[in-house]
């Protein structure tokens, strides 16, 4: 009964206040949306680069043949230092904190034929485990290189899906048969399409991927382009470059302190770097909602404030009844976190509409914007504590009011 | 009933200060009926406001029913008020928007009553000032007297033994007024104190005891409580 007296009160006085009630909810919901909003973007970009950045692979980390920098045990210089596709063997067999690791032969410009067009692109030989490391995914009805392809030195290839679009056009080409280098292969996998953000040597989906036996067979490289490895764990991959420049600094005679004696690419480096940038653009965000929701919060203690005024006397009433000062404290907490909670769950309406109506041609480029429950929880929270401090100052004043000078009975 | 001490008090506004009470030693029994009589300005709401713990002294003490309460905090002096005594004012302080049924609840919520205790009770006070078939009009829909037999059933909600009026009659008609003493009249004879603040001295002179009070001090009808007499007795009914 008595909540119901207040609640009833409340939509009386918010009805009699149309106007500063409607300006004062809708900051709080403007707010609300804008946190909301651009959480929901910020996360959404975030996620979409992420996966770009995955494209080139996850924590993966690649080796080139490099000069030596220093001079090591009598040695000069200047040196050139090359591994080979047994070195990669020996590295695999002995580095415990590596996960997969390829060598990568490559050769550009490799002419190509199919019954309907001549074109050339990059071939590499490489491992089974290559497609895990680069995320080269089949799609349905095809596979990556396995180890049987490797054994028996098969004549079969994975195409990246814009390479395997130029040869044959659209549709399914796994089984299909073409030239590469005057050679019949057969394809056994088309890459699915990926978002890719860096690489080298070109984007993924223009290449091809045979064994590296068979590379070898066709092409007799001795030295792989490069190598790639990926730690157990991202954070083991400081330890996975000083062993493997420990393993090929004892056989080739090189510093392992060298960092020129072998080019390397830690792509977990610039993940990093990326992560942290993200993370303060997101907080830089959400602050600039929190902004809004702060100047929400002051009407919603402004209404407040004018809302005592017009009731001083009925808390004056209250208060020569009996009423303690919590049970007037805690009227005015509930009418203000009830404007806020409505305003609140408005914005959030409002917020998910205008993420809803992003059309696809946006998304593509910047991500779908996307709120997750920890974001969700957040911006709630952060309602929540601007509704109580909105609600504390003026709650305060009126519990604090002289019962007579309230009741003005002067 | 009521021992009041060497009471002051002391209004100050802004660099002013005024002696609105000075001296003030009061005994009132229990189940005595007292008129308050004065000029204006004379301090008989302030008076009225510390017996009825609405304010405090900034002098003196002040004994309610045996406690000192002249220096209670806040929320001690609500409990008071809410269970020690009924107040009546002259310009009745329903709330406007509740209906007389919500008007009575009003000090049972704040005392805790259970739900089907508290709608019994409210029905009852309000039968008893003679209101059963108005529980759902507002005060907008009811007349002065009415409002304030309202006000009285209020007041009686968790049955106090000190009942204060200030100018219960101030803004009613004559018929009206004599309504509302009638159910004073009651409520001294079953056993309440009943305190009323007037400017009608027939009023006044219908009450057991006056006190007069001037510029702040009670200058006559300050001593010991009059033999208990009844209305009738009194000759006044
Ligand atoms: N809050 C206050 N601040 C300053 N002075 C006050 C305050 N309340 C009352 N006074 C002063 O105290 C004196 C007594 O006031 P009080 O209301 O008790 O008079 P009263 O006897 O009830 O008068 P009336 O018959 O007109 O109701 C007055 O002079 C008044 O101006
Ligand atoms: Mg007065």
């Known amino acids: 009964m008595f909540q119901l007296l207040s609640i009833r009160q409340f939509f009386r006085d918010m009805r009699h206040q149309k106007l500063r009630t409607f300006m004062t909810m809708f900051g709080i919901l403007w707010g609300t949306a804008a946190v909301i909003i651009l959480l929901g973007f910020g996360t959404g970009l975030y996620k979409y680069q992420i996966k770009r950045f995955k494209g080139l692979g996850e924590n993966i980390c690649i080796f080139w043949p490099g000069l030596t920098s220093k001079p090591w045990k009598g040695l000069p210089r200047g040196r050139r230092i090359r591994f080979t596709e047994e070195d990669v063997a020996r590295i695999k067999a002995s580095v415990t904190s590596l996960k997969r690791i390829s060598p990568e032969f490559a050769r550009s410009s490799v002419p190509m034929k199919t019954g309907r067009n001549n074109l050339v692109a990059r071939v590499a030989g490489v491992w089974p485990e290559f497609s895990e490391m680069r995320n080269l995914i089949p799609q349905a009805g095809g596979r990556f290189i396995n180890a049987m392809d490797m054994a028996e030195k098969r004549r079969v290839v994975f195409l990246g899906n814009r390479l395997a679009e130029r040869l044959f056009g659209q549709g399914d080409h796994v089984g299909r048969t073409f030239f590469i280098d005057n050679i019949p292969f057969t394809v056994i996998g088309i890459m699915s399409p990926k978002e890719q953000n860096s690489s080298y040597s070109g984007r993924d989906y223009n290449h091809a991927w045979i064994p590296s036996s068979t590379f070898k067979t066709m092409w007799s490289h001795r030295y792989p382009q490069m190598m790639i490895a990926q730690a157990q764990k991202p954070s083991m991959m400081g330890r996975v470059k000083k062993d493997i420049e420990g393993v090929l600094g004892t056989k080739y005679s090189f510093d392992p302190e060298d960092t020129e004696a072998l080019m390397i690419w830690d792509t977990t480096e610039g993940f990093k770097f990326f992560a942290t940038f993200f993370l303060a653009f997101r907080a830089f965000l959400v602050g600039i909602g929190c902004m809004t929701l702060v100047t929400g919060g002051i009407g919603v203690s402004n209404i407040m404030n004018v809302v005592l005024e017009e009731r001083t006397k009925e808390i004056g009433i209250k208060m020569a009844m009996g009423a303690k000062k919590r049970l007037i404290m805690i009227q005015f907490m509930f009418e203000t976190i009830l404007l806020t909670a409505i305003g609140g769950a408005l914005g959030f309406l409002l917020a998910f509409g205008i993420m809803k109506a992003v059309p696809p041609s946006l998304t593509e480029n910047i991500g779908e914007p996307t709120v997750t429950l920890a974001g969700g929880l957040m911006a709630i929270g952060i309602i929540g504590v601007i509704a109580i401090v909105a609600g504390f100052f003026p709650a305060r004043r009126a519990a604090n009011l002289e019962p007579v000078k309230a009741l003005k009975l002067f | ?237």
């Open chain 2, 1 to 237: 009933m009521i021992s009041m001490k060497n009471i002051r008090k002391v209004y100050n506004t802004g660099k002013v200060s005024f002696e609105a009470l000075r001296d003030i030693n009061l005994e009132v029994e229990d189940n005595e009926y007292i008129a308050i009589v004065g000029p204006s300005g004379s301090g008989k709401s302030t008076l009225m406001n510390l017996i009825g713990c609405l304010d405090t002294p900034s002098d003196g003490e002040y004994y309610l029913s045996g406690r000192k309460v002249d220096s209670l905090t806040a929320n001690e002096l609500a409990g008071v008020r809410n269970r020690e005594v009924g107040f009546v004012f002259q310009a009745f302080n329903l709330l406007p928007y509740a209906s007389a049924y919500e008007n009575v609840e009003l000090p049972l919520l704040f005392s805790g009553m259970r739900s089907k205790k508290r709608k019994k009770r409210v029905v009852d006070l309000l039968n008893r000032v003679g209101l059963g078939e108005k529980l759902q009009n507002k005060p907008t829909e009811m007349s002065g007297g009415e409002m304030q037999r309202v006000a009285i059933a209020r007041a009686l909600g968790n049955d106090p033994k000190l009942i204060l009026a200030d100018e219960p009659t101030g803004n009613l008609d004559t018929k009206s007024g004599a309504e509302i003493i009638k159910i004073f009249d009651e409520l001294w004879e079953t056993g309440h104190t009943v305190i009323v603040i007037t400017h009608d001295m027939n009023i006044a002179n219908h009450c057991q005891r006056t006190i007069k009070l001037k510029d702040g001090m009670i200058y006559n009808g300050n001593g010991f409580p009059v033999k208990k007499q009844t209305a009738s007795a009194a000759g006044l009914n």
